[in-house]
């Protein structure tokens, strides 16, 4: 989920990302920094499951989630309700839903 609100916020390299995640995991205090391949592996899963279009740019350097306006509602309401899904599974330390979401910062 953290990956997907820094996102939409805006275009991010993968300092911006990692820097955004530190800052996270000093208010959480967990660590929730990952490896750029993690990362990487994070936002295809994060694709495959929302149906979201998370990209790397590489002409820019940097990440963009891409917005397809015929399934932005129905996909935002997907992530909304798998983050406080995710957040129970830290919480309660088991996996709610099945999916396996809890372990991805997305």
Request: aromatic fraction near 8%; charged fraction near 35%; hydrophobic fraction near 30%.
């Amino acid at each position: 989920y953290l990956i997907i609100n820094r996102l939409r916020r805006d275009d991010a390299t993968f300092k911006e990302i990692d820097d955004y995640l530190r800052q996270e995991s000093e208010l959480q205090g967990v660590d929730l920094r990952k490896s750029k391949r993690t990362i990487q592996r994070d936002i295809e899963v994060i694709n495959s499951i929302f149906g979201l279009n998370i990209h790397f740019d590489f002409k820019r350097g940097i990440y963009k989630l891409d917005y397809d306006d015929e399934h932005s509602e129905k996909n935002n309401r997907m992530v909304d309700a798998s983050g406080s899904c995710c957040a129970r599974w830290h919480r309660d330390l088991e996996d709610p839903c099945g999916s396996g979401c809890a372990d991805l910062d997305i």
